[in-house]
């Protein structure tokens, strides 16, 4: 219950029990409720016509803490803690739903629609596996300076793992904000899935090189069969002989460095840009060999299939994928399928 007291000889009125402090005017009592002031943005605060010396507020985006107390000292407005300039933090409207997830990424962003004053220095995105990411961890962007829409990539995710993501943004006082929090759940890693530019076709296991227990790694093959080429003319001895696992892509860059035009097999992966990746490949036979483990889920021909491995200078490698039979010495000019592929 509040108590009314009036003291008219001395002019005071007290709100709560009725001992008053001799030298107040107003006195407020209470041991459990708080004394409420006005609550306005920095903008509406400046806002105010004609503030009155002594006015105080509390500005909700003003202050290192996010959030002050602020009084007009006649000429401007001032925090409690003596600042001289009010410190504003910036405005963020929005973290961008996550789009083009994957495996092991994901885009994100956000839109800061305002620096209310003090300018931005950096933004981004910050992303965990728990809840409220910050700048503090090392799994965030930065996207520059400035105040606008901005888009991030967010990499190196693991696959099947839901992941939280804010945008933030810090202004030159050193005050960092964050947008709301939102989450996406990357895509699961298996034989066929789609991403990558392709088609995974692969994965390492612990007998297989370049294996990481803590990261993914295999191949990805092209959806579809590039239509039956010359593995190269019967005139360079390329040097692309190597059969070990993993060799492909350094077969195919030997290939391509011998020669400067033509529609040959490893020539056309090297210059490929399919779905916005330039590492193509042709495979050396044990790379189709661990391929076409999963050939008809994969949309593999029983038919013949040129690798990168080369015998002699007429002569190279192809495989019968009808019945996964690796034949050596075939001669280049001959004309077969073949099927793009690059490591993840």
Request: net charge neutral; proline share 3%; aromatic share 12%.
């Amino acid at each position: 219950m509040l108590w009314f007291v009036f003291f008219n000889s001395n002019a005071q009125t007290i709100i709560g029990n009725a001992n008053a402090t001799p030298t107040a005017a107003l006195e407020l009592q209470s041991t459990s409720k708080g004394f409420l002031v006005p609550r306005m943005t920095y903008t509406q605060m400046q806002a105010i016509i004609t503030p009155a010396s002594g006015l105080q507020v509390w500005c909700t985006n003003c202050g290192t803490n996010l959030g002050a107390m602020e009084y007009f000292n006649g000429t401007a407005w001032i925090a409690f803690d003596g600042a001289t300039v009010s410190t504003v933090y910036p405005t963020i409207a929005a973290t961008s739903t996550a789009s083009n997830i994957s495996f092991f990424s994901a885009t994100s962003g956000g839109n800061i629609t305002s620096d209310n004053g003090q300018s931005i220095i950096q933004k981004g995105i910050c992303w965990s596996t728990s809840t409220n990411p910050t700048i503090a961890l090392s799994t965030k962007t930065t996207e520059g300076s400035g105040a606008g829409t901005f888009t991030s990539n967010l990499t190196s995710l693991l696959d099947t793992t839901k992941y939280y993501v804010r945008s933030y943004a810090t202004n030159n006082l050193g005050v960092t904000v964050y947008g709301a929090e939102t989450f996406f759940l990357t895509k699961k890693l298996a034989v066929n899935a789609i991403g990558l530019g392709g088609k995974v076709a692969y994965i390492l296991t612990a007998t297989d090189p370049g294996y990481d227990a803590n990261v993914k790694h295999g191949i990805v093959v092209a959806i579809a069969d590039q239509l039956p080429v010359e593995w190269a003319p019967n005139s360079i001895l390329t040097g692309a002989s190597s059969n070990a696992f993993g060799a492909g892509l350094s077969n195919s860059i030997l290939i391509y460095n011998a020669y400067s035009s033509g529609q040959y097999a490893a020539r056309l992966a090297r210059i490929s840009t399919l779905n916005g990746y330039t590492d193509w490949y042709l495979p050396n036979y044990v790379e189709l060999q661990k391929i076409a483990i999963s050939k008809t889920l994969l949309g593999f021909y029983g038919d013949y299939y040129w690798t990168s491995s080369e015998n002699t200078i007429s002569t190279a490698t192809r495989m019968n994928l009808y019945n996964n039979e690796v034949q050596f010495n075939q001669p280049k000019n001959n004309l077969h399928r073949c099927r793009f592929a690059r490591n993840f």
